[in-house]
C-alpha cells in the first residue's frame, strides 16, 4: 500500500482508536449545528471519508470525498504553477443553493462542509477554520499504532470475497 | 487501504495507469455498464470539455457483507496527459493495486514504455517500485488488425513477469478478469 512517509513510520501508521473518533464525531456535529451545515467530512487525501455527520441522504459521500481530494491535487498544481509554495488553503465552490467549503487540515487529510446558500460565507471560514484547529490538535496527539489489517482480513474473508467477486463479475 | 472500524468497512484503491487513449476510461466505462447496480456506484467521468476539469474517472463497487464486514474498491484512473504528471503522482497515492493498460498498437510503444517509467518513477517516491507492488498488465485494443504479437508486448512491457491479460476494452473482453487478477494480487499482499 502506498502512503506517504510521515503517515508511516516504522511500519506503524495513524489508526484512529474508537475514543478519537467519536471525538472527530462530535466536533464535525457541533460545525454541523452551527452552520446549519448538511453535511461536514473529514476525510484523507486519498480520498477515503474517515469520519462524518450528515443531514441529507441525496448525497454520495465516498464519491464527494475522492472528487474533493482530486481537486485539492487539482489546485495543488495550480499553486506549483504560480510559484505558491504551499498549497492553497482552502477551496470554496458556490452553488445555486449548495455551497461547498473545503480546508487543509494537514497534508494528509482534509475537512469538507457542504453547506446552504442561507449561511454566511464569513461564518462558515471562522468556524471551519476554528474547527480546523481543533482537529489539528487530536491529530498531534494520536499515537501511531500498527494497523491490526491482517486479524481484520482473515484467510477465509479473503476466501469468501474471492468467491463473491467471482459471481458478480460472471467468472468461473 | 482504509479500514472504517465503526462502519465495519475496508476499502482499497486501485489505479488504472497507462499511456493517454490506451483504454483505462473504457475499462471503468465497462465495468459500470455490466456490473449490477446493487454493487456499484456511479461513473464519475472528469472530462476534459467539463468546465471544472479534474483529471481523473472514479468508480465505486460495494459488495454486501461478509464476515460481517463490508469491502469497497475504488477504481480511479490517471490522466495520460505529460502535464497532469503531479496529478499522477497524487491519485497513486494510497493505491493498493495498479492496473498498467497498454495500447497493442505499435505506433503506441514508445508510450507504453515511457508510462511504465514514468509509474515506477512515481512508485519510488511514494518508497516503492515496480517489483514490489501489485501490479497487473493489460494488454488491450487485441482486435486491431495491426496490434503487436503477445511475445513482443511482453518481451517489451513485462521484464518483470507480472500477470497479464489481453484485453479489448471496448467490448468487454479481459476488463472483469483483469480487475479480479487486481484484486487477487491486493489481498494475497495483505
Ligand atoms: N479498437 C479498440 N478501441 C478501443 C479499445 N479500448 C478503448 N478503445 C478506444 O480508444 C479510445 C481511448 O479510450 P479511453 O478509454 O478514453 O482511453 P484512456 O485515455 O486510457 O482513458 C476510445 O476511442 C476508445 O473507444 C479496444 O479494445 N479496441
Ligand atoms: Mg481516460
Given at each position: 500500500?502506498?502512503?506517504?512517509?510521515?503517515?508511516?513510520?516504522?511500519?506503524?501508521?495513524?489508526?484512529?482508536?474508537?475514543?478519537?473518533?467519536?471525538?472527530?464525531?462530535?466536533?464535525?456535529?457541533?460545525?454541523?449545528?452551527?452552520?446549519?451545515?448538511?453535511?461536514?467530512?473529514?476525510a484523507?487525501?486519498?480520498?477515503?471519508?474517515?469520519?462524518?455527520?450528515?443531514?441529507v441522504?441525496?448525497?454520495?459521500?465516498?464519491?464527494?470525498?475522492?472528487?474533493?481530494?482530486?481537486?485539492?491535487?487539482?489546485?495543488?498544481?495550480?499553486?506549483?504553477?504560480?510559484?505558491e509554495?504551499?498549497?492553497?488553503?482552502?477551496?470554496?465552490?458556490?452553488?445555486?443553493?449548495?455551497?461547498?467549503?473545503?480546508?487543509?487540515v494537514?497534508?494528509?487529510?482534509?475537512?469538507?462542509?457542504?453547506?446552504?446558500?442561507?449561511?454566511?460565507?464569513?461564518?462558515v471560514?471562522?468556524?471551519?477554520?476554528?474547527t480546523?484547529?481543533?482537529?489539528?490538535?487530536?491529530?498531534?496527539?494520536?499515537?501511531?499504532e500498527?494497523?491490526?489489517?491482517?486479524?481484520?482480513?482473515?484467510?477465509?474473508?479473503?476466501?469468501?470475497?474471492?468467491?463473491?467477486?467471482?459471481?458478480?463479475?460472471?467468472?468461473? | 487501504?482504509?479500514?472504517?472500524?465503526?462502519?465495519?468497512?475496508?476499502?482499497?484503491?486501485?489505479?488504472?495507469?497507462?499511456?493517454?487513449?490506451?483504454?483505462?476510461?473504457?475499462?471503468?466505462?465497462?465495468?459500470?455498464?455490466?456490473?449490477?447496480?446493487?454493487?456499484?456506484?456511479?461513473?464519475?467521468?472528469?472530462?476534459?470539455?467539463?468546465?471544472?476539469?479534474?483529471?481523473?474517472?472514479?468508480?465505486?463497487?460495494?459488495?454486501?457483507?461478509?464476515?460481517?464486514?463490508?469491502?469497497?474498491?475504488?477504481?480511479?484512473?490517471?490522466?495520460?496527459?505529460?502535464?497532469?504528471?503531479?496529478?499522477?503522482?497524487?491519485?497513486?497515492?494510497?493505491?493498493?493495486?495498479?492496473?498498467?493498460?497498454?495500447?497493442?498498437?505499435?505506433?503506441?510503444?514508445?508510450?507504453?514504455?515511457?508510462?511504465?517509467?514514468?509509474?515506477?518513477?512515481?512508485?519510488i517516491?511514494?518508497?516503492?517500485?515496480?517489483?514490489?507492488?501489485?501490479?497487473?498488465?493489460?494488454y488491450?485494443?487485441?482486435?486491431?488488425?495491426?496490434?503487436?504479437?503477445?511475445?513482443?508486448?511482453?518481451?517489451?512491457?513485462?521484464?518483470?513477469?507480472?500477470p497479464y491479460?489481453?484485453?479489448?476494452?471496448?467490448?468487454?473482453?479481459?476488463?472483469f478478469?483483469?480487475?479480479?487478477?487486481?484484486?487477487?494480487?491486493?489481498?494475497?499482499?495483505?
Amino acid at each position: 500500500m502506498l502512503r506517504n512517509s510521515n503517515d508511516t513510520l516504522n511500519g506503524k501508521r495513524i489508526v484512529f482508536s474508537e475514543a478519537t473518533y467519536y471525538k472527530i464525531i462530535k466536533i464535525l456535529a457541533e460545525l454541523k449545528n452551527r452552520l446549519q451545515a448538511q453535511a461536514t467530512i473529514f476525510a484523507d487525501m486519498n480520498g477515503y471519508p474517515i469520519a462524518y455527520d450528515l443531514k441529507v441522504e441525496d448525497v454520495d459521500i465516498i464519491e464527494l470525498t475522492a472528487l474533493a481530494a482530486g481537486t485539492f491535487s487539482a489546485t495543488s498544481e495550480m499553486a506549483k504553477l504560480i510559484k505558491e509554495k504551499n498549497r492553497f488553503r482552502f477551496i470554496y465552490h458556490e452553488g445555486e443553493s449548495r455551497n461547498i467549503y473545503m480546508c487543509h487540515v494537514s497534508k494528509e487529510y482534509l475537512i469538507i462542509v457542504l453547506f446552504d446558500k442561507s449561511v454566511a460565507m464569513g461564518m462558515v471560514r471562522i468556524l471551519t477554520h476554528n474547527t480546523v484547529e481543533k482537529l489539528q490538535k487530536i491529530l498531534d496527539e494520536l499515537s501511531l499504532e500498527y494497523e491490526k489489517t491482517s486479524q481484520f482480513l482473515d484467510v477465509e474473508f479473503k476466501s469468501l470475497l474471492g468467491k463473491e467477486l467471482d459471481k458478480y463479475f460472471g467468472l468461473k | 487501504m482504509h479500514i472504517d472500524y465503526f462502519r465495519k468497512e475496508i476499502q482499497f484503491k486501485i489505479v488504472y495507469y497507462g499511456p493517454g487513449l490506451g483504454g483505462k476510461t473504457t475499462n471503468l466505462e465497462y465495468l459500470h455498464a455490466n456490473l449490477n447496480p446493487d454493487i456499484r456506484g456511479e461513473l464519475v467521468s472528469l472530462k476534459t470539455k467539463d468546465e471544472r476539469t479534474l483529471y481523473f474517472d472514479f468508480l465505486q463497487l460495494k459488495l454486501g457483507k461478509i464476515k460481517n464486514k463490508i469491502p469497497r474498491f475504488h477504481l480511479y484512473t490517471i490522466p495520460g496527459q505529460i502535464h497532469y504528471s503531479y496529478s499522477r503522482q497524487i491519485i497513486l497515492r494510497g493505491a493498493d493495486a495498479v492496473v498498467f493498460v497498454a495500447d497493442s498498437q505499435p505506433v503506441r510503444m514508445d508510450e507504453n514504455l515511457e508510462t511504465l517509467a514514468d509509474l515506477e518513477k512515481k512508485l519510488i517516491l511514494h518508497k516503492y517500485s515496480l517489483d514490489n507492488f501489485p501490479w497487473v498488465l493489460q494488454y488491450n485494443k487485441r482486435d486491431l488488425a495491426d496490434s503487436m504479437s503477445i511475445e513482443t508486448m511482453q518481451s517489451k512491457l513485462n521484464f518483470l513477469n507480472v500477470p497479464y491479460h489481453q484485453a479489448v476494452a471496448v467490448n468487454g473482453k479481459g476488463v472483469f478478469e483483469t480487475l479480479r487478477t487486481a484484486i487477487e494480487l491486493l489481498i494475497n499482499k495483505i
